[in-house]
């Protein structure tokens, strides 16, 4: 159901109102679906280049909604829009999984690819291995999908300087 009532042409439409706010130069337009049955909150995140923009990580996704935002180049600085955040929802009834979506938009696509890189694993898995993400998506591709203990992440970007990234997080057979 995440296109039911034009939500997933909203969510869209509300990050290219932020890219035309902040105006030209590197940026990564990411989009983010809940289909875990649950809401999601947000948990941390880390910026190895770049920064979030002026609007903060939405900080609760609803079950069937989308969470939008921008994150940006940091001005003056060579260096393009690569991060990660990560998401905590439940797995079950009780057991709660931090779903870790990451992004590498490089400022120049020329010499280097947009790629995108995902991981579910236990909650505050991700605090401590921030280096082996970063070496996993450098060496990453377009798409990626992570099925850990029944929690799903997929995620997929575009090309240009400022893709889309859209993620979804849900559950096994859901």
């Known amino acids: 159901m995440k296109n039911a009532d034009k939500k997933d042409f909203n969510a869209r439409s509300y990050v290219e109102e932020l890219k035309k706010q902040y105006g030209d130069g590197v940026s990564t337009l990411c989009l983010v679906y809940n289909a875990t049955g649950d809401t999601i909150r947000y948990a941390y995140k880390n910026d190895w280049f770049g920064h979030i923009g002026k609007v903060p990580y939405p900080p609760l996704i609803a079950n069937g909604q989308w969470g939008a935002f921008l994150h940006v180049k940091t001005a003056g600085e060579s260096s393009g ?3 990660a955040i990560v998401y905590r929802g439940l797995k079950n009834v009780s057991d709660e999984c931090d779903c870790m979506l ?4 490089p400022s120049d696509s020329t010499s280097s690819a947009n790629t995108v ?13 921030w280096d082996y993400i970063h070496g996993k998506l450098e060496e990453s591709e377009a798409y990626s999908k ?17 893709p889309v990234v859209e993620a979804i997080l849900t559950i096994e057979n859901a």
């Open 81 to 83: 829009s690569d991060a």
């Open 102 to 105: 990451s992004w590498r938009n």
């Open 117 to 129: 890189y995902t991981e579910t694993r236990e909650p505050d898995h991700f605090l401590t291995y």
């Open 146 to 162: 992570d099925t850990w203990d029944g929690c799903v992440s997929i995620i997929s970007t575009g090309i240009d300087t400022s």
